[in-house]
């Protein structure tokens, strides 16, 4: 188990993270709704599935494996999820993952704010030596979103889960390994803020 603290809330001029609560369930249905060109691990929440899909946010957070956050576009609304997970105190080291976002906020600052916000948390607050993020190979929109705020690649997972693509059917996912250590923290930081100040 986790002995870090619960998650904070995380506030910048773009975009406000904090815990994800039951009570978001319809306005996360509302941002998810539409737009998305890929499948994604564990599903997008449906009608039918975002129950059971909020039961396993709540239990990986009870367990200290995961810490889930509504993302909170600059007019309060909610514009999708993120989260840290595959958490691991011992180590150092967390993930940042799950990060869907309703079509009228990509490409905005709200993604390059989020994360500096996280990986600021992540390093500067949680102390841990290693950020990794991971998707799917397939995924070149998101691909480009993480090397442009300065992770490393370090390898594909190859056949490393099964997808179930509505309009496809099954396939096996490659996973592309991402990181971000301490000591490249800085430099990052730098980096952000002149994306965001662009």
């Known amino acids: 188990m986790s002995h870090w603290p619960e998650a904070p809330v995380l506030c910048g001029r773009h975009v406000t993270l904090r815990p994800l609560r039951r009570a978001d369930r319809d306005d996360l249905l509302a941002a998810l709704s539409t737009g998305f060109e890929h499948t994604f691990a564990g599903?997008?929440?449906?009608a039918q599935t975002i129950d059971g899909w909020l039961d396993r946010v709540e239990a990986e957070t009870a367990a200290g494996r995961a810490q889930v956050?509504?993302?909170?576009?600059?007019?309060?609304?909610?514009?999708?999820?993120?989260?840290?997970m595959r958490m691991n105190a011992a180590a150092r080291r967390v993930e940042i993952g799950?990060?869907?976002?309703?079509?009228?906020?990509?490409?905005?600052?709200?993604?390059?704010?989020?994360?500096?916000?996280l990986l600021g948390h992540a390093f500067d607050v949680l102390g841990v030596y290693c950020v990794q993020?991971?998707?799917?190979?397939?995924?070149?929109?998101?691909?480009r979103a993480i090397e442009r705020i300065g992770a490393k690649q370090d390898g594909i997972l190859r056949g490393h889960t099964v997808m179930h693509d509505p309009d496809y059917g099954e396939r096996r996912r490659e996973t592309v390994v991402y990181s971000i250590l301490d000591i490249e923290w800085p430099g990052i930081r730098r980096h952000l803020d002149a994306l965001l100040d662009r």
């Open 43 to 46: 599903g997008l929440p449906t």
């Open 69 to 84: 956050f509504a993302v909170l576009d600059a007019n309060g609304a909610v514009a999708g999820t993120t989260r840290y």
């Open 98 to 117: 799950t990060t869907l976002y309703a079509p009228r906020v990509r490409r905005t600052g709200l993604n390059t704010e989020a994360k500096k916000l």
């Open 133 to 143: 993020i991971r998707t799917d190979v397939l995924n070149h929109t998101s691909r």
